[in-house]
């Protein structure tokens, strides 16, 4: 067989949430009749809004009609109505937006992952720990030098630059995956100050944002002044509007952002990812599309808002619990996620066991998104109002 | 900013099919009341089967109630309803592919183009000439060295291997895109005992095998003995079913197909891939997933292969109308594509800019698809049955 590329076998040998999985299957063989509540891997469950699914089933009928059939898109880049959608969604949050900069995809993580390809593999590479899994190996997978800035209980799990440190490409989420922290103005502003200083770019992860209820805390990157110039955002419709069995995305690339040839000349970073994007995709399902931009009508923002606020009692519900059991977290505000210290110092994988056999509650041990994770663990909010009670309650009487 | 990825330097600017785009807008500004005809890019004009759509307004159903809710799949790989029905349909033509070697991703050509993370960069990579842009590219971006295997007008655009020349990775179609050559069994068998005397991995792609009607001419690369242990096939609903604008399609990855790391140990080549994907690709849309599923069922097929057999009927037009003017062509049975001689020795994108000016009918000129393409030319059949008609019209007035 031709020669593989071996940076993979740098890598964990599973995906954090595989493993888990993995985790989960043999304990429910040991124990066929345990009653498992699931607060791990940090995916929804409410169904679509209702508007959404009208808009794609008007979708699907376009699609059965010649006269409304659409094949390929042209530029695989999105169709207008959508970006349209989207560019008035974050003018809505005061972050200026041209649709011409928005590009349709079928999910954060693939952009995420796949925009490693247009830079080069010299680049120092700076990554918040503990962080989201995909940062850290997309970057592995291509042979990169890694960095980290700490997030820590000191910080609020909330890094900040280190200025004696270069970086060329800097990955923040906020609000933050798995701690739950989110950036304030203020601290964005130094990151984007940072990242012109070293002429670095910030690929920024805000598929949280719709959990922001603090009208002073940035939805996006480009809310800060100068962003356009440094960084290029991504974003999901998974945790906006229950988009994680439909697979909708977007990713922003602002039209001044710019790379420098070797050579000297200037390259345009959209056009270079249009031109990957030209060769390895082609484009999202159009009645996908339709119920995507359903979601960003008054009626389809009512309708998720309202299922946001579902979840958001379920995070108020676990911070109250925790509050009341004295365990120390972040998160749980602004933010889906709950970011707990494991108690009596426990190792995460070590509390993870514990929590699946004797009350039958899934978390993610902090341990694998980081160094700086060992010690804690997450908990998500979106699951069922009931379930999330009883696996409070079930935690109370184990921690009491 | 920071260092660029320069391969991508070395790309042409702009994916082939965007640069037709561009010529196709400045004729319409100039020209904004012609009746353009369009056999360019390969894409499909008939709506979705009747009961595809159901089957995917089903599945938009099952999302907006809570009880049928999905969200991320387990394995991102695709669900086991439609892996089985694709594992039944590989049967019905003699290939056996199990469920589990099966992948299913959002369309061919992100598999096809990111198949390459996985390799490493110092395979020989064997590419037919001409061919499908993204295989060139996708190679051309992680600085891969290509050799082409010459496909022309002497061995009727079916490039065989060279004994002479070692490979390690051969990117084969067929039917052929952009050529519409099919191998035959023999010459498939000739591919595979020389794949696996260079150990090589056959990357195959059956885009188009759902047009071929001879019952010899193999469906896929699995048709073969002993391709399992040299092969992977990438195949699409595209095509099969109109899903241009649906996305889903599927690779396979066998068993028995395993890397040798340098230092000697094994590697599941579907292990690294499910770890690359895990990082990369978060699955396709559920109810997309359901329309690919009822594709296959007995009423699916039935109603996907009338779409089949109006394509073929028009296919059949242009290669009567081909024979009348005495144009040579290769294609036009067993695949979508003619691909044609340009008359008068003209040159590729000199006969696509007389078509265009002369008649309003876009092709797209051979010399993209490689260098053998230079003076070659492909129209689809993908269109529909009276403006291909009136398309034959206008070339037998410009040609006769």
Chains 1, 2 share one sequence.
Not at 81 to 95: N, P, V
Not at 204 to 220: C, V, W
Not at 348 to 376: H, M, Q, R, Y
């Amino acid at each position: 067989m031709p020669q593989l590329n071996e940076n993979f076998l740098k890598l964990e040998k599973n995906y954090l949430f595989i493993n888990i999985a993995k985790k989960i299957n043999a304990f429910k063989e040991k124990n066929p009749d345990a009653d498992i509540i699931r607060m791990g891997i940090g995916d929804v469950t409410l169904p679509i809004a209702p508007v959404v699914i009208e808009a794609m089933k008007r979708g699907c009928d376009e699609m059965g009609a010649k006269e409304t059939f659409r094949g390929y898109e042209d530029s695989g880049t999105g169709y207008d109505f959508l970006k349209d959608a989207i560019s008035r969604y974050y003018a809505s949050f005061g972050a200026e937006v041209k649709p011409s900069e928005i590009r349709i995809n079928d999910g954060a993580k693939s952009d995420c992952g796949n925009i490693v390809d247009i830079f080069g593999n010299d680049n120092v590479v700076l990554i918040t720990d503990p962080a989201y899994p995909v940062y850290v190996d997309s970057n592995l997978m291509c042979g990169r030098k890694i960095i980290y800035a700490d997030s820590n209980e000191e910080n609020g799990f909330a890094a900040m630059p280190d200025e004696s440190v270069h970086a060329d490409i800097i990955y923040l989420c906020s609000p933050n995956n798995p701690t739950g922290s989110v950036y304030t103005r203020e601290q964005l502003e130094k990151w984007v100050a940072y990242a012109k200083k070293n002429n670095a770019v910030i690929i920024y992860d805000s598929a949280y944002e719709a959990f922001i209820t603090d009208k002073e805390i940035p939805r996006s990157i480009f809310c800060i002044e100068g962003a356009k110039s440094c960084a290029i955002e991504m974003c999901s419709l998974s945790k906006t509007a229950g988009f994680t069995g439909m697979r909708c995305g977007y990713t922003v690339i602002p039209e001044e952002l710019k790379f420098t040839a070797s050579d000297g000349t200037e390259v345009s970073v959209a056009q270079l990812w249009g031109r990957r994007q030209g060769s390895k995709f082609n484009g999202v399902s159009y009645p996908v599309q339709c119920a995507a931009a359903a979601v960003f009508t008054d009626e389809g923002l009512a309708q998720i808002h309202e299922n946001i606020a579902y979840y958001q009692e379920n995070a108020h519900i676990i911070a109250e619990t925790l509050n009341k059991l004295g365990v120390k977290f972040t998160g749980g505000v602004n933010s889906p996620y709950i970011w707990l210290k494991c108690p009596n110092n426990m190792k995460s994988w070590d509390f993870f066991d514990l929590l699946l056999e004797k009350i039958a509650v899934v978390g993610t041990p902090g341990a694998g998104f980081g160094k700086n994770g060992e010690g804690w663990f997450r908990l998500t909010a979106f699951g069922d109002r009931q379930r999330t009670i009883e696996a409070m309650k079930r935690l109370e009487t184990l921690l009491a």
